[in-house]
């Protein structure tokens, strides 16, 4: 892609620079009034003055001398940047006009802000010409704004802007392309992330932005709204200029990146409000702000020696340098495009990081569907269980033919779900119920169990309840009845789900908070696995004996 980027950069600069066409201008003269013999070539301009004033809804008239130099191109072309409705005269010959004069009984009818005119051969020769414009201006009177003169042949006049500007829509899509890429990347995926959020959003308004930029080529913006399409161009360099600094704040783990990006939000505002009206300024301030905020997180990333935070500083100083040494209009979308591809190279270095984690992330799956197995075919959990097994086989028959047919189930289930990540609620609430009816045999307890406000299409980490189960019984001792009791209660909100576990028997531990040994690590592994960073697990002592709570966020962001 970066090949395809210098092709583009140089078929702009070689479009910006090409001049076949050689004059000199000369500041236009003013005066308020009406009378066709102004339109003459040689005109005694005594009584006109170089400022326009206060014209309101009068008829006024502009004039400006242009010596043509040499012309190697061919029919001349004249670019006339004006605000009004206006009829242009070459040499006192009407070539065109640009809407219509409005008058006292009349309506103005606005024209565009810049409009082309085709020169007659037989006034194109070498020498001094002279160009008249009759206008009105009735929005915007007191608006004191320039007229803009300029000589090239009309094929160039014409083809450039389109030239240019079809390059520009060529790189406005594949920030339109990458915008939908890392949207549908950012929404569809099981962890999201901002900086992809960010990111996506930084492509789209940099579309918007190239594609405000250039329309004005393709349809015609009269005079009277050109200032809509600047403040949004302006709002849209204030929003890019907020987001770029916050992308790498977030990207870097900037600590205090609230207080560094309120500071350019108010530095943002000031140059809003300070430079009012004046949108190139601003746009140029805007973009300086972002670029000072962003070097300071760089420098700062340099010195913590983040990934990635050197070359990142490579693309800033070349952007600047770039930037300094282009005319304005393309030197920024040059500058912002070096941005970008510092944003999309550091975010090429996080997703290796994080395919990096989901890989360590398989094997550690890998490792707990061995943790699990394991758990349940323990030597001593087969001996005890066996022993008491041939007890109860000896003195009861029928009820060891059940102590058998629960064991089978309890190892069927856990082979069904040993290979799964997520498994139904109720496939664990029949696993647990068939070892409390295995443990019953075997330790001779009634164990009881409740569950309630269950649903059955959620889903949990396979063997996480069992797992808390297991400890209920190892850790807690049956009331003065014989009885043990296990409750699972489910509870959720708009944001969260909760699973409690209450154990109700006599605690056979002291301490208030159990550490938990392999059982609470492979509870809070399978947790992980399956609700990266949007969970929570706490076990503890109640009054009836033991208490865990698993807290899941609903919360995807």
């Given at each position: 892609?970066?090949?395809?980027?210098?092709?583009?950069?140089?078929?702009?600069?070689?479009?910006?620079?090409?001049?076949?066409?050689?004059?000199?201008?000369?500041?236009?003269?003013?005066?308020?009034?009406?009378?066709?013999?102004?339109?003459?070539?040689?005109?005694?301009?005594?009584?006109?003055?170089?400022?326009?004033?206060?014209?309101?809804?009068?008829?006024?008239?502009?004039?400006?001398?242009?010596?043509?130099?040499?012309?190697?191109?061919g029919r001349l072309g004249l670019q006339i940047d004006a605000f009004g409705a206006y009829e242009v005269y070459w040499d006192g010959i009407k070539i065109g006009s640009n809407?219509?004069?409005?008058?006292?009984?009349?309506?103005?009818?606005?024209?565009?802000?810049?409009?082309?005119?085709?020169?007659?051969?037989?006034?194109?020769?070498?020498?001094?010409?002279?160009?008249?414009?009759?206008?009105?201006?009735?929005?915007?009177?007191?608006?004191?704004?320039?007229?803009?003169?300029?000589?090239?042949?009309?094929?160039?006049?014409?083809?450039?802007?389109?030239?240019?500007?079809s390059l520009m829509f060529i790189m406005a899509g594949a920030f339109f392309i990458a915008f939908f890429y890392y949207a549908f990347l950012y929404f569809n995926s099981h962890?999201?992330?901002?900086?992809?959020?960010?990111?996506?959003?930084?492509?789209?308004?940099?579309?918007?932005?190239?594609?405000?930029?250039?329309?004005?080529?393709?349809?015609?913006?009269?005079?009277?709204?050109?200032?809509?399409?600047?403040?949004?161009?302006?709002?849209?360099?204030?929003?890019?200029?907020?987001?770029?600094?916050?992308?790498?704040?977030?990207?870097?783990?900037?600590?205090?990146?609230?207080?560094?990006?309120?500071?350019?939000?108010?530095?943002?505002?000031?140059?809003?409000?300070?430079?009012?009206?004046?949108?190139?300024?601003?746009?140029?301030?805007?973009?300086?702000?972002?670029?000072?905020?962003?070097?300071?997180?760089?420098?700062?990333?340099?010195?913590?020696?983040?990934?990635?935070?050197?070359?990142?500083?490579?693309?800033?100083?070349?952007?600047?340098?770039?930037?300094?040494?282009?005319?304005?209009?393309?030197?920024?979308?040059?500058?912002?495009?070096?941005?970008?591809?510092?944003?999309?190279?550091?975010?090429?270095?996080?997703?290796?990081?994080?395919?990096?984690?989901?890989?360590?992330?398989?094997?550690?799956?890998?490792?707990?569907?061995?943790?699990?197995?394991?758990?349940?075919?323990?030597?001593?959990?087969?001996?005890?269980?066996?022993?008491?097994?041939?007890?109860?086989?000896?003195?009861?028959?029928?009820q060891g033919a059940e102590f058998i047919q629960a064991l089978a189930e309890e190892f069927d289930i856990m082979n069904k779900i040993a290979e799964e990540s997520l498994i139904?609620?109720?496939?664990?609430?029949?696993?647990?119920?068939?070892?409390?009816?295995?443990?019953?045999?075997?330790?001779?307890?009634?164990?009881?169990?409740?569950?309630?406000?269950?649903?059955?299409?959620?889903?949990?980490?396979?063997?996480?309840?069992?797992?808390?189960?297991?400890?209920?019984?190892?850790?807690?001792?049956?009331?003065?009845?014989?009885?043990?009791?296990?409750?699972?209660?489910?509870?959720?909100?708009?944001?969260?789900?909760?699973?409690?576990?209450?154990?109700?028997?006599?605690?056979?531990?002291?301490?208030?908070?159990?550490?938990?040994?392999?059982?609470?690590?492979?509870?809070?592994?399978?947790?992980?696995?399956?609700?990266?960073?949007?969970?929570?697990?706490?076990?503890?002592?109640?009054?009836?004996?033991?208490?865990?709570?698993?807290?899941?966020?609903?919360?995807?962001?």
């Amino acid at each position: 892609m970066k090949p395809a980027i210098i092709l583009l950069f140089l078929a702009i600069l070689c479009a910006s620079c090409k001049r076949q066409v050689l004059y000199d201008e000369f500041d236009p003269v003013f005066k308020t009034g009406d009378s066709l013999a102004w339109s003459a070539k040689k005109l005694d301009q005594k009584g006109w003055s170089v400022d326009r004033g206060f014209t309101g809804k009068n008829i006024f008239w502009s004039r400006a001398n242009v010596k043509l130099i040499s012309n190697s191109g061919g029919r001349l072309g004249l670019q006339i940047d004006a605000f009004g409705a206006y009829e242009v005269y070459w040499d006192g010959i009407k070539i065109g006009s640009n809407g219509k004069l409005g008058s006292v009984s009349q309506p103005e009818i606005p024209g565009t802000e810049c409009m082309y005119f085709l020169l007659p051969d037989s006034l194109s020769q070498l020498g001094m010409h002279n160009v008249a414009l009759r206008s009105t201006q009735f929005s915007y009177p007191r608006l004191q704004r320039g007229i803009g003169y300029k000589l090239d042949t009309y094929a160039n006049l014409i083809k450039r802007p389109l030239v240019i500007s079809s390059l520009m829509f060529i790189m406005a899509g594949a920030f339109f392309i990458a915008f939908f890429y890392y949207a549908f990347l950012y929404f569809n995926s099981h962890k999201r992330s901002y900086p992809v959020l960010i990111f996506s959003v930084i492509c789209l308004l940099f579309f918007s932005l190239l594609i405000m930029e250039y329309i004005k080529y393709y349809i015609e913006i009269p005079y009277t709204e050109f200032f809509v399409r600047l403040e949004i161009i302006g709002w849209l360099t204030f929003s890019i200029s907020l987001l770029v600094p916050l992308y790498f704040s977030i990207q870097f783990g900037l600590k205090r990146k609230l207080l560094l990006l309120l500071a350019l939000l108010l530095t943002l505002v000031s140059i809003y409000i300070y430079y009012y009206g004046h949108y190139d300024i601003s746009a140029r301030y805007y973009s300086l702000a972002m670029w000072i905020t962003t070097m300071l997180i760089v420098l700062e990333a340099i010195y913590r020696k983040e990934k990635g935070s050197f070359l990142v500083l490579v693309g800033m100083l070349a952007s600047a340098v770039m930037n300094s040494y282009l005319v304005y209009d393309f030197g920024i979308f040059i500058f912002y495009t070096f941005i970008v591809f510092a944003m999309l190279y550091l975010h090429t270095i996080k997703m290796r990081e994080i395919e990096q984690a989901h890989e360590s992330s398989l094997l550690l799956s890998s490792r707990l569907q061995l943790e699990l197995i394991k758990k349940n075919i323990q030597p001593h959990f087969i001996k005890n269980t066996l022993t008491s097994l041939m007890d109860w086989v000896e003195d009861s028959p029928k009820q060891g033919a059940e102590f058998i047919q629960a064991l089978a189930e309890e190892f069927d289930i856990m082979n069904k779900i040993a290979e799964e990540s997520l498994i139904p609620i109720r496939q664990e609430i029949s696993l647990c119920q068939m070892h409390l009816k295995v443990m019953g045999f075997r330790k001779e307890i009634a164990y009881q169990w409740e569950d309630f406000g269950i649903k059955d299409d959620e889903l949990i980490p396979p063997a996480i309840i069992h797992t808390l189960l297991e400890n209920g019984i190892t850790h807690n001792a049956p009331l003065s009845n014989g009885k043990m009791k296990f409750r699972l209660v489910y509870s959720e909100d708009l944001h969260t789900r909760e699973y409690v576990f209450e154990t109700i028997g006599e605690n056979r531990e002291s301490s208030e908070e159990r550490v938990g040994g392999g059982g609470f690590k492979y509870i809070r592994a399978r947790l992980e696995e399956s609700y990266p960073g949007k969970w929570t697990f706490d076990s503890m002592a109640s009054n009836q004996g033991w208490i865990s709570k698993i807290t899941l966020s609903n919360n995807r962001i």
